[in-house]
């Protein structure tokens, strides 16, 4: 069980705002300094704010308008989309929803996409997408907005190739074909939890590349300091929160860090966040590529890995036997 200390206010030294335009732009002027920003902050805490992102602001407000619409819906409507009919972990989560092996409730819901793929039994992740007949809107103001925020994500790959000291190009291989996942989050209000076991989202690292957040203005996400503090990550008007995740922690050899977090919501209202997990091609082999490697050191396919947490973590239609 997890016990629940009371978190404390960020230093703003401890999570940075990095301009990013010069890598939106692709432009060499001011891309020194916003690559040093993001060396720093990679390994200082593995999380940043990121301004000048190039996510047009219209894209994002009409799929957080469209966002609150669906979940307002009656809850046998969402279910109708929910992903324990879907072998691909695709459509509506219930709030408390619960995976294979889950541990304690979410107090959130969610709605989940990724890129349409052809079903293949080499690749058990991919497959169609489920959506709602309501709202009208809703379709469309995804994808849209799933277009403007992989884009953003794969500006950000030469930033951290180069704060690596490595070829500005030296990920594009690893994403050329990514399992991006596209999320929904909606956080009821809830008093304090006394434990870990009921909160909005328990104590977690990201399992893949890096995290593109937004997040609405209410509040509630918190990491994991250097110190073993919990510290709250408020909300930055026209920025996106970045964060590592562990794959990118173990390409660096621990020079990057994937960082524990969660999120709380006690302020009494409704709270809604869009996560992007940035996660690399299926097949991709995940293994350090800098510095030396222990020999101790297993690698693992990245699919496969993420189809076995997603199992434990959310509702899943049980895929016929081959």
């Not at 990514?178 to 006394?194: A, C, F, G, T, W």
Request: aromatic share 12%.
């Amino acid at each position: 069980m997890e016990v629940i200390p009371a978190s404390r206010r960020l230093d703003k030294s401890e999570v940075p705002v990095v301009d990013i335009g010069p890598l939106v732009r692709g432009d060499e002027a001011g891309i020194t300094a916003t690559v040093d920003a993001l060396a720093r902050a990679c390994s200082d805490t593995g999380f940043m704010y990121v301004k000048n992102h190039g996510v047009p602001s219209a894209v994002r407000d009409e799929l957080v308008k469209q966002c609150a619409l669906f979940f307002d819906l009656p809850i046998a409507e969402k279910m109708e989309v929910g992903t324990h009919k879907s072998e691909f972990f695709r459509g509506f989560l219930p709030l408390k929803y619960k995976g294979a092996t889950s541990a304690g409730e979410n107090m959130q819901e969610g709605f989940i996409i990724f890129h349409d793929r052809p079903v293949s039994s080499a690749s058990p992740m991919y497959g169609p997408n489920q959506w709602p007949a309501n709202p009208p809107g809703f379709k469309a103001a995804m994808l849209n907005y799933f277009a403007a925020a992989e884009k953003l994500a794969h500006a950000m790959l030469p930033g951290f190739a180069l704060a690596l000291g490595l070829k500005r190009d030296f990920f594009a291989p690893i994403f050329s074909d990514p399992l991006l996942m596209l999320k929904l989050n909606h956080y009821p209000p809830q008093p304090k939890p006394e434990d870990g076991l009921e909160m909005g989202v328990r104590g977690h690292s990201d399992s893949g590349g890096f995290t593109i957040l937004w997040q609405d203005n209410v509040g509630g996400l918190e990491l994991l300091s250097n110190t073993g503090e919990w510290i709250g990550v408020p909300p930055i008007p026209d920025t996106y929160v970045i964060n590592i995740g562990d794959m990118m922690q173990v390409w660096t050899n621990q020079r990057f860090k994937s960082t524990k977090h969660r999120v709380i919501n006690t302020y009494g209202v409704n709270r809604y966040s869009i996560p992007l997990f940035v996660n690399p091609n299926y097949h991709t082999m995940v293994q350090p590529l800098v510095g030396e490697t222990s020999p101790d050191f297993k690698p693992f396919m990245s699919g496969d890995y993420h189809y076995a947490v997603y199992r434990r973590i959310y509702p899943q239609k049980v895929p016929a036997p081959v």
